[in-house]
């Protein structure tokens, strides 16, 4: 059983279009992280998210992303005008910020900008 | 140098075979370590943490050398379900988890 849910698991968005990927946490998680892994290429990191407020965020995490939290459970990554290199595959993880240090990812969102 | 290294493969093995796998480290302020397994096109699921002191989980032992600044992976017995992409990652924070993982060590494993 996954710790995290993600929906869509696909999705198929013209260029230029806005996207929202989505993250159910199973349980009541502090902690909660976004990172793409373009086909081929490396997990990357794209931003950290504790107490509802960004606490980290990398140089791919620009103007063109967002996320938030806004229904107290959901947690969302928004992709403004979409671009084809922001196809990748996206994925939600979590850390309970207990003794253990470790995150676990969801299933991800493959995400094609054509 | 890049922060984390890894040799991609693929690594093909027969069944019942032994295999290591390395990872390289730039940051030595690093933190804390991992091993994660991917398979094609599924999310990365952890496998080990990996200790200053080694530790073992049935078939798979984790090394950590901080002086060399590398991380290993050992699979004993292999079977043909550890067929998959080994990522390596390190996370240079103590409170959040940022990690940076390598590009992935491809292992096939034949029968």
């Known amino acids: 059983e996954p710790e995290v849910t993600q929906t869509p698991s696909h999705q198929v968005t013209q260029m230029g279009q806005e996207v929202i990927l989505r993250c159910v946490p199973i349980?009541?998680?502090?902690?909660f992280y976004w990172y793409r892994q373009i086909l081929g290429q490396k997990v990357e990191f794209l931003v950290s998210?504790?107490?509802?407020?960004?606490?980290?965020k990398s140089e791919i995490f620009d103007d063109q992303f967002s996320v938030e939290r806004p229904d107290g459970s959901n947690f969302t990554l928004k992709i403004r005008s979409t671009k084809l290199e922001d196809s990748a595959m996206y994925f939600c993880?979590?850390?309970?910020?207990?003794?253990?240090?470790?995150?676990?990812f969801g299933e991800g969102s493959w995400l094609t900008v054509v | 140098r890049k922060e984390v290294e890894q040799d991609p493969g693929p690594f093909n093995v027969p069944e019942g075979a032994t295999v290591a796998f390395n990872c390289t480290y730039s940051?030595?302020?690093?933190?804390?370590f991992f091993w994660y397994r991917q398979d094609c096109r599924k999310e990365p699921k952890l496998l080990m943490s990996?200790?200053?002191s080694g530790n073992e989980d049935g078939r798979f032992t984790a090394q950590l050398n901080r002086a060399s600044q590398y991380i290993s992976l050992l699979i004993r017995d292999s079977k043909l379900s550890d067929s998959a992409t080994y990522l390596c990652?390190?996370?240079?924070?103590?409170?959040?988890?940022?990690?940076?993982f390598g590009t992935g060590t491809r292992l096939l494993v034949s029968p």
């Open positions: 993880a979590r850390h309970r910020g207990d003794s253990g240090n470790t995150i676990y």
């Open positions: 349980s009541n998680h502090l902690y």
């Open positions: 998210f504790y107490n509802n407020e960004i606490s980290e």
């Open positions: 940051n030595s302020a690093s933190q804390s």
């Open positions: 990996v200790y200053s």
């Open positions: 990652a390190v996370n240079m924070n103590t409170g959040f988890q940022k990690l940076v």
